[in-house]
């Protein structure tokens, strides 16, 4: 009998947080095996292509989580600086809760493996460009393809990835605030 469905779930997910939390390179396989308590043959029915491919899924797995976190943020807030702000504050609150340990989701396995695995870095690609589609729906729902709004989005996964760094070397949410404030202020008037 193969090996339960559940457990390719639980390896993605757990991948995606010792990644996140030591790096791609500092986490290996019989780490996320004994994280995620799953047998070592279920990792090689779901992933025959090894880490690499593990890898890419969690990337995947994070590009979607954050992009269905900004959209049922964009449901419950009336603005898109409002959106932001929580936004902001959800990452803050996630990053202390882990001591500072947590950072990006994709950030950190990005900047050690890309461009070098092209399997990690079309995920990566897929990932940050569904981020760019939502946050520009979300700051100009009317407008979202116009080169200004494009701009806007991408300068909004920039300064959320580079607030996200130096909250994490700070040891403190204010580079977060800081960031989503600013930018909300950029995106609230001119819509």
């Known amino acids: ?9 639980n390896l993605i997910y757990t991948a995606a947080r010792l990644f996140r939390q030591q790096g791609y390179a500092a986490t290996g396989i019989n780490d996320i095996l004994k994280e995620a308590a799953a047998p070592k043959g279920s990792f090689y029915h ?3 292509g090894g880490k690499e491919e593990l890898g890419a899924a969690a990337i995947r797995h994070a590009g979607e989580l954050v992009t269905g976190t900004l959209e049922r943020l964009a449901l419950a807030h009336g ?3 409002d959106t932001l702000r929580a936004y902001g504050a959800l990452l803050a609150g996630w990053l202390a809760d882990s001591d500072y340990r947590d950072g990006c989701p994709l950030a950190t396995t990005v900047l050690e493996v890309t461009p070098q695995s092209a399997l990690i870095t ?3 690609e897929e990932a940050y460009d569904r981020w760019r ?6 700051i100009a729902p009317d407008d979202a393809s116009s080169a200004a709004t494009q701009a806007l989005a991408s300068l909004t996964v920039s300064a ?3 607030s996200l760094i130096q909250a994490r070397v700070a040891r403190s949410p204010a580079p977060i605030h800081e960031a989503c404030n600013q930018l909300a202020h950029l995106i609230t008037p001119s819509h």
Not at 133 to 138: D, F, G, M, P, Q
């Open 160 to 162: 959320l990835e580079g």
């Open 122 to 124: 079309v995920a990566a």
């Open 79 to 81: 603005s898109p600086g």
């Open 133 to 138: 589609r939502t946050l520009a729906a979300i």
């Open 46 to 48: 779901y992933f025959p």
């Open 1 to 9: 009998m193969g090996a339960r469905p559940k457990h390719r779930d």
